[in-house]
């Protein structure tokens, strides 16, 4: 069964510019991607910034979070954010994981 691990962030009014977007996903995006992540998404509203990722398992998602590349990207994630006001990890609301009960993919994506 698929794992969905969603991350929500409170951005204490401060933009999500497209800077820290593609921070996460040029450093945690494709690095996941490249290690079974089967997709991904961030998305933001006035008040917090939500990022999803989907994997075929927890293991697979579990080898990723407990790499040391995945504390590497924390890293550069943390200096991004940081400098447009939203402090990692203080600022996260929750995170969770679970199983994928249902999920349609249109056909060509």
């Given at each position: ?5 969603y ?7 401060n ?13 945690f ?7 079974g ?16 990722s ?23 994630m943390?200096?991004?954010w940081?400098?447009?006001g939203?402090?990692l ?15 349609v993919?249109?056909?060509?994506m």
């Amino acid at each position: 069964m698929p794992i969905a691990r969603y991350w929500s962030v409170k951005t204490g009014g401060n933009e999500v510019t497209e800077e820290m977007a593609n921070t996460w996903k040029d450093n945690f995006l494709a690095y996941a991607i490249e290690n079974g992540c089967m997709r991904g998404a961030l998305a933001a509203d006035d008040e917090r910034v939500i990022a999803v990722s989907v994997w075929p398992d927890l293991e697979t998602m579990n080898s990723v979070i407990d790499s040391d590349a995945y504390q590497d990207i924390a890293e550069v994630m943390t200096a991004s954010w940081g400098a447009g006001g939203i402090t990692l990890p203080d600022d996260v609301e929750f995170s969770c994981n679970g199983e994928l009960l249902a999920m349609v993919v249109p056909e060509g994506m």
